[in-house]
């Protein structure tokens, strides 16, 4: 099948002035000006003039829970609730009409901002929910609250408050519970809920990070199915040590993702060298030793498996870096570079562990709207660890040093959508850490499939995959730099520069979105 589209602007490397594009059979075949469109046009089984609309490559999420994003897009999100009354009130009108054995598995809650400056007790969630079992996720993902017929499920296990909040293995062992009380069948409603939300903002492949103490394992096929009934391109990853079996079993590209080093510094389980600023009692939890993390990278090196951890404190990624500097003592630098292993979130990351990182060839896995959220002299960071905020996120340090950005969203911990991470990343609260907009679109994109070996993809050029989506945006197509050090050539038309909507003007709307020849989300009368 040809199709060909006309009369927009095409965003390519490949000839950055392109107003038009032909694709056959799965594949760019051309690019370029509308007066040489006629050899394309005649045969074409689709021809569609944009009228101005952008032509880009679709976006890569590099980081996704797709079961868990789907639960928050049906069920009971609590993100964006402005305290505690209201948190419960939610909770109370979710649960009004359901069953009395009924299981609510709620996300999104953060109390940074609440007057109360709490999470909900068991007890009010048992007034609120009728004593029903309830799960409340924080919006990281790494602690929770639970009500009272939930609390026999972890009252022995580590991390446990009688108050009903749990974290690090008490927080796991509910999640498990929940695994055997939400079944198959749901989960495939999730997912396909989370993938076609994906499909609509343009996001043509996804990296699925699944782990013990997310899901069941049996969860990945359901995944990987649903992702190729739909026709996105899925990435599985699962976080466990050892597990070699799973990786053909599974279809697997690593051992990794939510391999946890450290928890999160909203619940304050990440791992800091100095204690929280706000409980200063507490330096969060390092959950493994640089001789583990250097045992997992080279059992999966010399199986040619790539390995990966979540990171977020700066003692986690100081473990980090010497397990992969271990690593390297043992088995060689190159051999690293050759895996191409990745991190996941890499927020507190020194000068000292980014030259590691970048020695060795690791991918940063990134989640630009972590900054955009919580970043600032204000925000829960600064709350968290006081000035040390400003270290944080550091893609633009990463970027200098040579280390690979893929960007993600690690929905549902933040909300789906490349263009508000790429802003995110082009205004970065630090000024030092912004990237352009160009850099973070390319992080977004191709970024995304060099984070899994593949390294011609994400990009719109004669012979690349027809995967790309189409745009409507109000805004005026430009190179941008919110950073005034960015050489000044590289804003000048003349340069050749392909350009991208302002972002501080406009939102791109998805018209269509295509992976490899195959239309996975049309707007509705886009075309009329």
Known sequence: MRTLLTNGSVYSPADPHATAIAFDDGVVTWLGDDTGTGPYADGAD?????????????????????????????????????????????????????????????????????????????????????????????????????????????????????????????????????????????????????????????????????????????????????????????????GQPGVFEHLGTYGLAGLGGDLNADGALGSRTAALREPYADRPDSSGHAYLTPEQIAEHVIACTERNVQAGFHCIGDLALDNIARGFELAAEKIGVQALVAARHRLEHVEMADEATIAVLARCGVVASVQPMFDALWGGPDGMYAARVGDRWRGMNPFGSLARAGVVLAFGSDAPVTELGGWEAVRAAAFHHEQSERITVRAAFQAHTRGGWRAVGIDDAGVLAPGSAATYAIWQSDAELVVQTPDERVAAWSTDPRAGVPVLPDLSEDTPTCLRTVVSGRAVYEAEGWTQ
């Not at 069948?185 to 996001?203: H, P, S």
């Not at 992702?227 to 990435?235: H, S």
């Open 46 to 238: 689709e021809v569609i003039d944009l009228d101005g609309k952008l032509v880009t490559p679709a976006f890569v999420d590099a980081h996704v829970h797709a079961a868990q994003t789907g639960a928050a897009l049906t069920g009971l999100d609590l993100a964006g609730t402005t305290s505690l009354t209201d948190a419960l009130d939610r909770l109370a009108a979710f649960t009004a009409d359901l069953p009395a054995d009924a299981v609510i598995d709620g996300t999104g809650w953060d109390e940074t901002d609440w007057p109360e400056h709490r999470p909900p007790t068991a007890e009010e969630l048992d007034r609120a929910a009728g004593g029903r079992r309830v799960y409340l996720s924080r919006i990281d993902g790494h602690s929770g609250v639970i009500s009272s017929a939930l609390i026999p499920v972890a009252r022995e296990a580590e991390g446990y408050d009688e108050s009903g909040r749990v974290e690090r293995a008490a927080n796991h062992v509910v999640r498990d519970a929940l695994s055997d009380l939400i079944g198959r069948d749901q989960r495939r409603a999730n997912v396909e809920v989370a993938l076609k939300a994906m499909a609509a903002k343009g996001i043509g492949a996804f990296h699925e990070m699944a782990a013990p103490h997310i899901g069941p394992l049996w969860e990945l096929p359901i995944v990987r199915e649903t992702a190729e009934r739909l026709g996105l391109a899925a990435t599985l990853y699962w």
